[in-house]
T-cell receptor
Framework: GENVEQHPSTLSVQEGDSAVIKCTYSDSASNYFPWYKQELGKRPQLIIDIRSNVGEKKDQRIAVTLNKTAKHFSLHITETQPEDSAVYFCAASGTGGFKTIFGAGTRLFVKA | DAGVIQSPRHEVTEMGQEVTLRCKPISGHNSLFWYRQTMMRGLELLIYFNNNVPIDDSGMPEDRFSAKMPNASFSTLKIQPSEPRDSAVYFC?????????????FGSGTQLSVL
């Protein structure tokens, strides 16, 4: 089955700097790659997603890139703000599109 | 729409007791997922349903865990008997279920503590 690995597990940046989180997946049939943000004590919420027919997608300060050949995808947050502090999960949706498998998560700290 | 509704929000029970977690998906969503979240294991998919039918229960840790979806608007996850290592946050999520890779809408979760 699908396996998603995520790095780093913890990331600390200064406010205004960029943050990059990287993930790899194992199932070449995966075609949907969402990113979720989870604030302390809250539910995970989708912040951006990308499909396998697209290499890059941007939404204001966040962007995702996908390299299908290498089975890598990454989340980029620019001009980080203290409210970006949270746990970020990458995920992959595999064959049939129903099942979403999550990476282990990255705890991002943005220092003011 | 009220979103995915889970109950209870918090459950504290003693080892050996039966625990039932409940979920109401978003109206019109055809797929429902149960996830368990712990610090050590992250977000684990336990089971998912499509059109009320269990499709994949390979994530269910043991026979002590069971899940049902008797109709399109209700699902339960039952643990019997419960053990301290079952302590976790259990999330229910739903999607339209069109099989194209879709956004998961999560409920608020149930924080389970087994003493």
């Amino acid at each position: 089955g699908e396996n998603v690995e995520q790095h780093p597990s913890t990331l600390s940046v200064q406010e205004g700097d960029s943050a990059v989180i990287k993930c790899t997946y194992s199932d070449s049939a995966s075609n949907y790659f969402p990113w979720y943000k989870q604030e302390l004590g809250k539910r995970p919420q989708l912040i951006i997603d990308i499909r396998s027919n697209v290499g890059e997608k941007k939404d204001q300060r966040i962007a995702v890139t996908l390299n299908k050949t290498a089975k890598h995808f990454s989340l980029h947050i620019t001009e980080t703000q203290p409210e970006d502090s949270a746990v970020y999960f990458c995920a992959a949706s595999g064959t049939g599109g129903f099942k979403t498998i999550f990476g282990a998560g990255t705890r991002l700290f943005v220092k003011a | 729409d009220a979103g995915v509704i889970q109950s209870p929000r918090h459950e504290v029970t003693e080892m050996g007791q039966e625990v039932t977690l409940r979920c109401k998906p978003i109206s019109g969503h055809n797929s429902l997922f149960w996830y368990r979240q712990t610090m050590m294991r992250g977000l684990e998919l336990l089971i998912y349903f499509n059109n009320n039918v269990p499709i994949d229960d390979s994530g269910m840790p043991e026979d002590r865990f069971s899940a049902k979806m008797p109709n399109a608007s209700f699902s339960t996850l039952k643990i019997q008997p419960s053990e301290p290592r079952d302590s976790a946050v259990y999330f229910c999520a739903s999607t339209l279920g069109q099989g194209l890779g879709e956004k998961l809408f999560f409920g608020s979760g149930t924080q389970l503590s087994v003493l």
